[in-house]
């Protein structure tokens, strides 16, 4: 019963996908981007002194093992009053490009509307590792052969590194009140220090809400739209190419499946009228 | 080799050629059917145990050595096969022209066809060039995890799997053709009747097998 209808949907789905990318493009555009309980981060990296904690909380809290990271800071000096301090992890995705990627589920849109990684789901197939626009996920090519023991590193969305974090650079919360927060902190900073270029970075489509000295090309983060441009140049081969081949497949064998029997009996009709002919 | 009075038995393929076809047969499906479980959101799950991708990968080398495997086990009959391939009869336009009567298993009007139908042809040529497709597609896939980034990923993704679509359509018809007219014996036993040669390949039976049969006789 279960499966009929899935099957159903799913050839609607393929017919649906032929009628074309506009259609579903606009479906996505209409959807209200982020959810009621949404929840976000915020990094302030001017609050952020590059401690190291939520790194080493990752690790401890996630079990990774040794040389394995999902978080990654960095510092560089420039000419600012402060220091440019970098958090290189999962961006948080509103139109998460790595979800629509993975075949299994492994990774997941949670019920708080962020990401989620199962890694007793995972093929280890490394879709998600070059889907993402941020380069988030790593793992190892040779992890295929080690079958149940595959490990692809990405944040699970756990919080751990924001409980941790001493110095209240990093929160996680609603995400209407991390956006509050943001806006009230960068009127603060703009008042405290000379930097012109301080903004908001993440609003309009991540839920890692930054706080940035400077513009997002000095944090080496690419202009806004990236996540969303990775998952529609994937909407296409997930939800157009995918479901419209195999409907198209299921159709061809199954209308050649039907004309077989014609074409043997008039193949048996012309054989036999050639044998009396004396053709062959 | 005689039965029913006049039928007589011709050896087609011999037996390293049929055990390269079927080398490739088996990687064929293993491939299709471990691929399917990643587009296919019912049967997606078996994907979890990663069995399927490691399955992929170890019938992907031997898809991959296919042609190497020919070549290596019956250089002679891969030369011929390249060769007939591609060399073009302008019979093969009215066997192309006659295809939807073909497809329903009238072979009147066609021309008279070579030891390789204008159907093997294109068959043969299609494989190559999806060989390349699916063989980088696929590669990339494999040790490009990592490098490729989200453009170059969703163009071999897609490259991939439309390789895939149109090498599962040729395969059909392929397959469809064998069982409508009765071909499977060339790739089991590699003898086909003389009935069939000449229902199905009337050329290569007036230019090369008759001629051969009628000198056998008459000693
Ligand atoms: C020639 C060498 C080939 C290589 C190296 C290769 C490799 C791959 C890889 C790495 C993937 C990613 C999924 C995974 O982790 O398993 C994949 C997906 C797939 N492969 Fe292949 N493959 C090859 C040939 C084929 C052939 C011949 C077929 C079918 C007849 C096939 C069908 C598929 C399908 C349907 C998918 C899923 C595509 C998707 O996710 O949309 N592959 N292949
Ligand atoms: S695409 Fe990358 S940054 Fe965006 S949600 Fe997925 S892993 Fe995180
Ligand atoms: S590597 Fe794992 S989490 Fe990433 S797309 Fe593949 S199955 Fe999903």
Redesign the pocket.
């Known amino acids: 019963m279960k499966r009929t209808i899935h099957r159903r949907s799913f050839l609607k789905q393929g017919i649906a996908a032929c009628g074309g990318l506009l259609l579903s493009k606009n479906v996505l555009a209409e959807q209200p981007l982020a959810l009621p309980g949404q929840s976000a981060f915020l990094f302030d990296s001017i609050r952020c002194t590059n401690c190291g904690i939520c790194e080493r909380t990752c690790r401890r809290v996630n079990g990774l093992p040794e040389k394995h990271n999902v978080i990654f800071m960095s510092q560089q000096a420039v000419d600012n009053p402060v220091h440019i301090i970098t958090r290189r992890t999962c961006m948080q995705c509103l139109q998460p490009a790595?979800v629509r990627?993975?075949?299994?589920e492994?990774?997941s849109l949670g019920p708080n509307g962020l990401i989620g990684?199962d890694d007793t789901k995972?093929?280890?197939?490394?879709?998600?590792?070059d889907a993402c626009p941020f380069q988030h996920?790593r793992?190892s090519r040779l992890a295929y052969f080690d079958l149940r023991n595959v490990w692809?590193n990405r944040c699970t969305s756990c919080g751990a590194c924001a409980q941790a974090c001493p110095e209240s650079a990093l929160f996680l919360g609603f995400r209407n009140e991390i956006i509050s927060l943001a806006r009230s902190r960068l009127e603060q900073v703009k008042s405290r220090y000379p930097l012109p270029d301080a903004q908001i970075y993440g609003e309009q489509d991540l839920n890692l809400i930054w706080i940035l000295a400077d513009h997002p090309e000095v944090y080496g983060l690419p202009p806004s739209r990236a996540a969303a441009m990775a998952d529609e140049s994937l909407l296409l081969w997930k939800s157009v190419v995918r479901p419209g081949i195999l409907a198209l497949s299921g159709l061809a064998t199954a209308v050649l499946g039907s004309v077989y029997f014609f074409a043997l009996r008039n193949h048996k009709k012309e054989l036999k009228r050639l044998k009396e002919e004396g053709k062959i | 080799m005689e039965k029913d009075n006049q039928e007589i038995y011709i050896q087609r393929f011999n037996f390293r050629r049929r055990l390269v076809h079927w080398i490739h047969t088996a990687a064929f499906f293993v491939l299709l059917g471990t691929g399917i479980i990643y587009t296919t959101p019912a049967l997606s799950h078996l994907a979890e145990s990663g069995i399927p991708g490691t399955l992929h990968r170890i019938f992907a080398v031997v898809f991959i050595l296919v042609p190497f495997i020919y070549l290596i086990l019956d250089p002679k009959s891969f030369k011929e096969l390249v060769k007939e391939s591609l060399k073009i009869h302008r019979n093969d336009i009215g066997f192309h022209l006659r295809m939807p009567f073909y497809i329903l298993g009238r072979t009147e009007g066609i021309p008279p066809q070579g030891k390789m139908n204008a159907g093997h042809k294109l068959h043969h040529i299609l494989m190559g060039i999806l060989y390349l497709f699916l063989v980088i597609s696929g590669l990339a896939l494999w040790f490009g995890v990592g490098f490729m980034g989200p453009p170059m990923f969703s163009l071999m993704g897609k490259t991939h799997i439309i390789a895939v679509f149109v090498i599962v359509i040729t395969t059909l018809g392929h397959v469809y053709f064998t069982l409508v007219y009765g071909a499977l014996p060339s790739m089991i036993s590699g003898k086909v009747s003389s009935t069939y040669l000449k229902m199905e390949h009337r050329r290569w039976w007036d230019e090369e097998i008759a001629p051969t049969v009628k000198d056998k006789t008459s000693k």
């Open positions: 790595c990627a993975c075949p299994t492994a990774t990684y995972c093929a280890a197939c490394g879709y998600c590792v996920p793992m692809v």
